[in-house]
């Protein structure tokens, strides 16, 4: 008897779905409530891109003297380098107005966009800079690009709330 297919996927071009908020705070990032939600900023219409938002665990080598190969295993996760680079405005009101340097919060993308009991992911953040828009050998609109720091483990595939 062959395996059982995957459930074919309803397809999507992110940029066009992906929703992402930024929330000052929350009581229970593990479990956001919908006013903690709507008390957030979207973020969306202003990303130029978004990297860096995924765990991956370190391979941890485990050679045995009786092989020449060499097995491995998951070591420890690690957030990878969460970036997000946004458009800037020439009259300077822009993300920088609401994200500085060593703000704290939370970073929740939600994935087919923001519509109860779909999944986001919501990450506990510190940022670590805010670029200035100054780039003369650009050929691309101005961008503000925003790294953050992953602070905690993040909370992911949770239900967005009603």
Not at 16 to 38: A, Q
Request: aromatic share 8%.
């Amino acid at each position: 008897m062959p395996a059982t297919p995957l459930t074919v996927t309803d397809r999507y071009v992110a940029p066009e779905t992906t929703v992402t908020y930024w929330v000052d705070t929350m009581s229970d990032y593990t479990s956001p409530t919908r006013s903690e939600l709507n008390a957030g900023k979207d973020l969306t219409a202003e990303i130029v891109a978004a990297t860096g938002w995924e765990l991956a665990a370190d391979n941890v080598a485990t050679p045995d003297g009786g092989s020449l190969f060499t097995s491995q295993i998951p070591g420890r996760i690690n957030p990878g380098d969460a970036t997000i680079s946004f458009y800037a405005s020439r009259d300077t009101v822009d993300v920088r107005d609401l994200i500085a340097r060593g703000d704290t919060g939370y970073v929740v993308h939600l994935h087919g966009g923001d519509v109860s009991g779909q999944k986001m992911d919501v990450w506990k953040v510190r940022v670590r800079s805010v670029s200035a828009p100054i780039d003369y050998a650009a050929s691309n609109a101005a961008m503000i690009t925003i790294l953050f720091s992953i602070t905690a483990v993040p909370a992911e595939n949770v239900a967005i709330p009603a």
